[in-house]
C-alpha cells in the first residue's frame, strides 16, 4: 500500500521515496536504489498514580509506634 511519495528524498542517492506499511509498521522506501528506513511510532503515555509498593501488612503508624 502506498501512501506517500517524496520526490528526491532519498538520503542515499537523491531518488523518489514512497512510505509504505506491512505487519510490523510503516517505512520508507526509494524506488531507485532500495533503501528502508523505518519511521518511529509514537508511544502512548500513561499517567501513572503512585500506590501501595507491595501487597502484605499495612505499615504500622507512628502513633502505634509510640504507645508501644
Known amino acids: 500500500m502506498v501512501t ?5 528524498a532519498c538520503p542515499r542517492c537523491g531518488g523518489d521515496v514512497h ?3 506491512d505487519m510490523y509498521g510503516s517505512y520508507r522506501e526509494c524506488l531507485h ?4 528506513s523505518d519511521i518511529p511510532t ?3 503515555k ?23
Open 19 to 21: 512510505t509504505k506499511a
Open 33 to 36: 536504489c532500495g533503501h528502508v
Open 46 to 68: 500513561f499517567a501513572w498514580t503512585k500506590g501501595r509498593l507491595k501487597p502484605g501488612r499495612p505499615r504500622k503508624s507512628a502513633t502505634k509506634r509510640d504507645a508501644a
Open 4 to 8: 506517500a511519495v517524496g520526490f528526491k
Open 42 to 44: 509514537p508511544r502512548a
